[in-house]
């Protein structure tokens, strides 16, 4: 991975980051922590300028949010909420908390996009909520654009730091995510067993 990475970059440029930075967003395991960093050891090599590969790392990776974006947006909540007063029984899932949910993300959901964006594991997926709660598209891109802005600079900037030693950033990074992933699955499981108990309890 690392070393078809490097060839794009160097076969493409700026241009090999942006798209590089898309398909990271739209295929989570081309993982950006992988990407800029080594963009990041190009530029302190002279190959490249850190202010370009910053500024072509974010916007690929803001082009790359647009896709499950549209996705939760042509979904839609009320599609959602039929389908959860309809089938969600089995998940433990009501039309009500959909409802709740979006209501959340309707309060919080700009503060959820731009922190979100930093957050390896859920940062490619949290354009599938935003675009469900119909979150305005103007507010989508900058919240979107800043976050990515903050975690490109810091990825390329640990790369142009490290050097030929920028692959550690994904070493330390990378096991971060699955962390993550792991908790929130952890965090999954024990809501939907509470739940569970809770409607067995109500039928009871």
Same mark, same amino acid.
Do not use: C
């Given at each position: 991975?690392a070393?078809w990475?490097? $060839?794009?970059m ?6 090999g980051?942006?798209?590089? %930075?898309?398909?990271? $967003?739209? @295929? =989570? =395991?081309? =993982?950006?922590? /992988?990407i800029m960093?080594?963009? #990041?050891?190009?530029?302190? &090599?002279?190959?490249? $300028?850190?202010?370009l590969?910053?500024? %072509? #790392?974010?916007l690929?990776?803001?082009? *790359?949010?647009l =896709?499950?974006y ?9 599609r959602?909420?039929?389908w959860?007063?309809?089938h *969600? ?10 409802r !709740? ?7 919080? #959901?700009?503060k959820a996009?731009? @922190?979100? !964006?930093?957050?390896? *594991?859920? !940062?490619?997926?949290l354009?599938?909520?935003?675009? %469900?709660s119909e ?10 654009a800043?976050g ?6 810091l990825?390329? *900037?640990?790369?142009?730091?490290l050097?030929e ?7 330390y990074? #990378? ?5 993550? /992933?792991?908790?929130?699955a952890?965090a999954?499981?024990?809501?939907? /067993? &509470? &739940? ?7 039928e009871?």
């Open positions: 991975m070393e990475v490097q $060839n794009l160097d076969s493409m440029g700026y241009l980051i942006l798209l590089l %930075m898309v398909l990271e $967003n739209v @295929f =989570p =395991p081309i =993982p950006s922590e /992988l960093p080594s963009a #990041g050891f190009a530029a302190s &090599r002279g190959d490249l $300028n850190l202010v590969v910053i500024l %072509m #790392g974010t690929g990776s803001v082009i *790359g949010t =896709p499950l549209y996705v939760g947006r042509a979904f839609g909540e009320d959602l909420v039929a959860a007063d309809k *969600g029984k089995w998940l433990t899932l009501s039309g009500k908390d959909i !709740r949910a979006d209501d959340w993300f309707d309060r919080h #959901g700009s996009v731009l @922190f979100g !964006r930093m957050v390896p *594991g859920i !940062r490619s997926l354009s599938l909520p935003a675009g %469900m979150m305005p598209m103007p507010k989508f891109l900058l919240f979107s800043i990515s802005g903050l975690w490109a600079s990825l390329a *900037g640990a790369g142009f730091l050097g030693h920028y692959d550690r950033v994904e070493q990074v #990378g096991p971060a995510s699955k962390i993550i /992933l792991g908790v929130l952890v999954a499981v024990a809501w939907f /067993l &509470r &739940r569970k108990r809770e409607q067995e309890h109500a009871a």
